[in-house]
T-cell receptor
Framework: QQPVQSPQAVILREGEDAVINCSSS?????VHWYRQKHGEAPVFLMI???GGEQKGHEKISASFNEKKQQSSLYLTASQLSYSGTYFC?????????????WGLGTSLAVNP | DSGVTQTPKHLITATGQRVTLRCSPR?????VYWYQQSLDQGLQFLIQ???????AKGNILERFSAQQFPDLHSELNLSSLELGDSALYFC???????????FGPGTRLTVL
C-alpha cells in the first residue's frame, strides 16, 4: 500500500532542476506533497485531486496521473531553501473511509 | 506557525513509564492525526480521530492509546515505554479526511 518515492536522495547545485516521483499500486483519490526540514514539522506544499491536474506554487509544481497512479513534483531553478525531505501522501479508500498513506521520503540537498 | 499546538516539547522518561502527549488542533479542524517519526525515518501514521470518534488506525501499538475530547483537543497515551519508543511524535489536524494536514511542532520523547 505504501507509495514508492524516487529517487531516495538527490543533491543539486543552486539553480538546477529536480523531479521527485511518487507511485502507488492502489487507486488514488488524491496526492499530497509535504516538505520537512531537519528537526522541524512537515509543511504542506500542495494537494492534487483526481483529474490529472497540475498545480504550482512559485517554482514548485506537481502533476497527477490518475490512470498510472503516479504523481511527480517538479522543482525548477532550485534555491537553498528547497533543501529538506519531501514526502508524498497518497489518499486511498479503506472501506467506508479514506486514509493517507505516506511514502518514505526523498531527501533533497541544494548546495551553493 | 501552523496553528496546531503540542505539549510538551520535550519529554525524557525511563523505561516502563507512562506519558501523555497533548495536541490542540487548528481552529475549525475536526480531524486529528498522530504520527511517530524515529530518527531519520519516515512518518508512521498511528491513529486518526474525527470529531471525537476514532476514524482510522495505523501502526499503533497496543501499549499506545489516544482520544479526542469534546473541545477537539487530543491526547496520546504511551505506556510501558521501551527504548524503541524514543521518537518525535507529531500531531496534525485537518478540516476533514483528505484535506491538507497541518502539523504541530512535535514532542520529542526520549526513553532512557
Amino acid at each position: 500500500q505504501q507509495p514508492v518515492q524516487s529517487p531516495q536522495a538527490v543533491i543539486l547545485r543552486e539553480g538546477e532542476d529536480a523531479v521527485i516521483n511518487c507511485s502507488s499500486s492502489k487507486a488514488l483519490y488524491s496526492v499530497h506533497w509535504y516538505r520537512q526540514k531537519h528537526g522541524e514539522a512537515p509543511v504542506f506544499l500542495m494537494i492534487l485531486l483526481k483529474g490529472g491536474e497540475q498545480k504550482g506554487h512559485e517554482k514548485i509544481s506537481a502533476s497527477f496521473n490518475e490512470k498510472k497512479q503516479q504523481s511527480s513534483l517538479y522543482l525548477t531553478a532550485s534555491q537553498l531553501s528547497y533543501s529538506g525531505t519531501y514526502f508524498c501522501g497518497t489518499e486511498i479508500s479503506t472501506g467506508n473511509n479514506r486514509k493517507l498513506i505516506w511514502g518514505l521520503g526523498t531527501s533533497l540537498a541544494v548546495n551553493p | 506557525d501552523s496553528g496546531v499546538t503540542q505539549t510538551p516539547k520535550h519529554l525524557i522518561t525511563a523505561t516502563g513509564q507512562r506519558v501523555t502527549l497533548r495536541c490542540s488542533p487548528r481552529s475549525g479542524d475536526l480531524s486529528v492525526y498522530w504520527y511517530q517519526q524515529s530518527l531519520d525515518q519516515g512518518l508512521q501514521f498511528l491513529i486518526q480521530y474525527y470529531n471525537g470518534e476514532e476514524r482510522a488506525k495505523g501502526n499503533i501499538l497496543e501499549r499506545f492509546s489516544a482520544q479526542q475530547f469534546p473541545d477537539l483537543h487530543s491526547e496520546l497515551n504511551l505506556s510501558s515505554l521501551e527504548l524503541g519508543d524514543s521518537a518525535l511524535y507529531f500531531c496534525a489536524s485537518s478540516t476533514v479526511s483528505g484535506r491538507p494536514q497541518f502539523f504541530g511542532p512535535g514532542t520529542r520523547l526520549t526513553v532512557l
